[in-house]
C-alpha cells in the first residue's frame, strides 16, 4: 500500500479584465488570441494629454483546442440569446460604424501587416 501524501498547492489565477480588443492570429502549430484592454488615463503630472494605457493578455492554444473553444462559445451564446433575447450591436455602435466607413473612404487604406497567417 502507498503512503498517501498531501499535496501543498498555490494557483495563481491571475487578474481579470475586461477585453475591448481581440485579435486572433495562427500559425501551423498553435492559435494565438490576444485579449486587449484600453484605457486613457490623465495624470496631471504628464501633462494635459491624456495617455493610453494598454494590457494584453495572451492566450496559445494547439489547434484542435481551438476547435473545441470555438464549439463551446457558440453553444454558450446560443444559450445565452434563448434566455436573454439576441445579441444585437447598440445604437452607438452602428452609428460610430457609419461615420468611420464615411471617413474611410476619404482616407487611402495601408493593409496592417500580418504576422502568423
Known amino acids: ?3 498517501e501524501k498531501k499535496l501543498a498547492m498555490n494557483i495563481d489565477n491571475g487578474k481579470e479584465f475586461y477585453a475591448h480588443e481581440t485579435s486572433v492570429n495562427f500559425s ?3 492559435f494565438v488570441l490576444d485579449f486587449k484592454s484600453i484605457t486613457p488615463r490623465v495624470d496631471p503630472r504628464s501633462g494635459p494629454d491624456p495617455i493610453l494605457f ?3 493578455s495572451v ?3 494547439d489547434p ?3 476547435k473545441k473553444l470555438a464549439e463551446i462559445l457558440n ?3 446560443k444559450k445565452y440569446e434563448k434566455d ?3 445579441i444585437e450591436k447598440s445604437k452607438a455602435s452602428l452609428k460610430h460604424e457609419k461615420k468611420l466607413k464615411r471617413t474611410t473612404k476619404k482616407q487611402k487604406t495601408v493593409k496592417a501587416p500580418e504576422y502568423f497567417g
Open 1 to 3: 500500500m502507498v503512503a
Open 28 to 30: 501551423p502549430n498553435q
Open 54 to 56: 494598454l494590457r494584453h
Open 59 to 61: 492566450v496559445l492554444l
Open 64 to 66: 484542435m483546442h481551438a
Open 75 to 77: 453553444e454558450v451564446v
Open 84 to 86: 436573454f433575447g439576441s
